[in-house]
């Protein structure tokens, strides 16, 4: 650390003995002295050597102290030259006051004492040093402004430049005025800048600047500077600009090249999904094709033996030609079941039933099914029994999946069916089928429930059980699992809504399996478009004991509706042109409030969720239908509707 240097105290007095008397007293605190008696000698010895404080006697015999103070605070060397007055005649308050206003800073009168001699040069020295300090520091700010890179200035609230250093003027010339280079339009930002300014304020802010020809976009930053004062430190950012708006040119030209390769690629996947559309179509026709063309050649061979039979007058294989014509028939049927529960368009009557009694029930049909080597074994959770589904089609799908799995172990072994409560979705009940066979590979599950896949060979499966497995679960509001480990097995498993045990409907014997039910002249208004099946079905119904009328169509069925004919029953289709079944029904309720309705259905969009628009006094049935359980349900609704009021 530099030691600072021994202040220097200079004294000028024409009385020897006072000199000598103040001499001694600032030697002791080890300040170094000179000494003049005239002032002119003073003036010479300020010339020549460095002073700290002056100590100026007030009668000198050349001038006054007075005058030469105001000669010194004159001069830029010694404007702040500490000056302390001394004198032993000049003692009254106006002579204090002349020489404070002289330019002295403290004012002596003899005899002055030692300390406080020395307490007034130590303040003046102090002062000294502080302005010194200062003095250095200006000049240091001074010398970084006008050589840092950075534009700087020192504006007022009137934007008038006060200070600035060499790269400013680079940048906004030698104007006095900010305003005078800027860019026109920018009020508001200018009127921001001013009154942060004025304030004391920081700011922020852009502000273009006109360069010849060009504009120069800048960011300009504002701290206080004192005396209402700013100081304006200045980036030029016109390159980063210029950069930034390249970017972002080239970023929505990429955009626009990413906007149209997805649209590219959009068409291309819409094309491919056609093209995958078109081969699902040429695999289901050719699928269903060959299904039914096996079916069709046994109902058309067993219809042609029949008749050669009858037309021979034998009857013995009469029965057994017409069974086997209406087992083809029925499967025929079940085949356009699973196309449509694949499809999710199949008509389900969703009921609340208890799944365990229907898997119990299943469980001799099961057993004749899967064969004696491989063993079933049947696990029900009491918790997890009661669904709303359609309990025919969930027999018919358990049934599918026990097949699956029965092909999946063709050297026997396990298949488990049970129901539990799911942990992740107790909202559901899980029904699962289980075997512990050949398992299926992870690239092959992920396509288990696509439409005609198959691992089956050619001929011997259409690919659609697991599609109608899902359609079905997806229909009834639930969902479908499966998880297999080759060489561990597979299990798939149902989710379906839970339902309400207070209104659980039983099941009952099958309509075939019952005696055959007879009517006793009741009158049935028969509605259906295909002549064929109304004319079956009036025969069917006349020979079970009923009376028939038939509509070919909605107009004939109205007049006969509001005319004064007796009518028992509507058996109506539900998929006919122009007026609906729905339709009919509710024009049919109006002549007739009490008259039952039982539709019959193939597929129509409206008929996906009919049991929502049946009221009391209404059923549904789908086509193709047994015969007996047509029966049966039209004696029951006619029996319901004679039973007096609340006998079940």
């Not at 002073?51 to 103070?69: C, E, I, R, S, W």
């Not at 970084?144 to 008038?160: E, G, S, T, W, Y």
């Not at 039914?292 to 021979?312: K, M, R, V």
């Amino acid at each position: 650390m530099v030691e600072a240097p021994m202040p220097t105290i200079l004294i000028v007095d024409d009385n020897a003995a006072t000199r000598y008397a103040m001499r001694r007293v600032v030697e002791r605190q080890q300040w170094r002295v000179l000494e003049a008696a005239t002032g002119e000698d003073g003036l010479a010895a300020l010339r020549t050597a460095r002073v700290d404080v002056l100590v100026l006697d007030v009668n000198l015999p050349d001038m006054t102290g007075f005058d030469l103070a105001r000669r010194l605070r004159e001069e830029d060397s010694h404007r702040l030259l500490p000056i302390v007055h001394v004198t032993a005649a000049s003692i009254h308050t106006k002579d204090m006051i002349a020489g404070l206003e002289s330019g002295a800073d403290s004012y002596l009168i003899h005899p002055v004492d030692p300390g406080v001699l020395v307490a007034t040069l130590r303040a003046l020295l102090r002062v000294r040093n502080a302005e010194d300090a200062l003095r250095t520091s200006e000049q240091r700010q001074r010398d970084i402004l006008q050589n840092v890179a950075a534009p700087i200035a020192v504006v007022d609230a009137a934007l008038r430049v006060h200070e600035r250093n060499a790269a400013f003027d680079a940048l906004h010339g030698g104007d006095e005025h900010l305003a005078s280079r800027l860019a026109p339009g920018q009020d508001v930002a200018l009127a921001q800048l001013r009154e942060h300014v004025q304030r004391g304020e920081r700011w922020h802010g852009a502000l273009a600047t006109v360069a010849g020809d060009s504009v120069r976009e800048l960011e300009w930053r504002v701290v206080p500077y004192g005396n209402g004062q700013g100081l304006v430190f200045v980036e030029d950012v016109t390159r980063h600009r210029v950069r930034e708006r390249q970017q972002n040119e080239r970023l929505q030209s990429a955009r626009s090249q990413l906007a149209e390769a997805i649209s590219a690629r959009a068409a291309t996947e819409e094309a491919l999904v056609q093209s995958q559309k078109m081969d699902a179509l040429g695999q289901l026709t050719g699928g269903i094709a060959h299904d039914f063309n096996n079916l069709l050649t046994s109902i058309i061979t067993s219809l042609g033996l029949l008749t050669d039979e009858a037309a021979e007058g034998r009857t013995q294989a009469v029965r057994q030609y017409a069974d086997t014509a209406l087992d083809a028939a029925r499967r025929a049927a079940s085949l356009t079941h699973r196309l449509l529960a694949f499809a999710r368009r199949q008509p389900l009557d969703a009921r609340t039933v208890d799944i365990n009694a229907r898997i119990t029930s299943l469980e001799e049909l099961l057993r004749r099914t899967i064969g004696e080597r491989i063993a079933l074994d049947i696990t029900l959770d009491a918790d997890a029994a009661i669904a709303r589904v359609d309990a025919g089609q969930l027999e018919n799908t358990i049934l599918n999946l026990v097949v699956n799995a029965r092909d999946a172990l063709p050297g026997g072994g396990t298949i488990r069916i049970g129901t539990r409560v799911p942990d992740d979705a107790p909202e559901f009940v899980e029904v699962f089928v289980q075997d512990d066979g050949t398992g299926i590979p992870e690239d092959v599950l992920q396509k288990v429930f696509e439409p005609f896949f198959t691992t089956k060979p050619l001929g011997q499966g259409t690919g659609l059980g697991l599609s109608m497995t899902y359609g079905f679960a997806r229909q009834s509001g639930g969902d479908v699992r499966i998880a297999s480990t080759p060489g561990v097995g597979t299990t798939i498993s149902l989710l379906l809504p839970v339902g309400d045990a207070a209104h659980v409907e039983h099941a009952s014997g099958t309509a075939s399996a019952s005696a055959p039910v007879s009517g006793d002249g009741q009158r049935i208004l028969i509605v259906e478009d295909a002549d064929s099946v109304r004319e079956l079905t009036a025969t069917l119904l006349s020979l079970s004991g009923y009376r028939c009328l038939q509509a070919p169509d909605v107009e004939r069925a109205l007049t006969l509706l509001r005319s004064d004919e007796r009518i028992d029953l509507l058996l109506t289709d539900v998929g006919l042109p122009g007026m609906d079944g729905r339709e009919l029904a509710r024009a049919a309720r109006i002549a007739r409030p009490a008259l039952p309705v039982l539709f019959i259905t193939g597929y129509t969009p409206h008929s996906l969720e009919l049991r929502q628009f049946l009221s009391q006094g209404m059923d549904m049935m789908t086509k193709p239908y047994d015969a007996q359980a047509l029966l049966a349900r039209i004696a029951g609704m006619l029996a319901a509707m004679e039973a007096p009021a609340g006998v079940a």
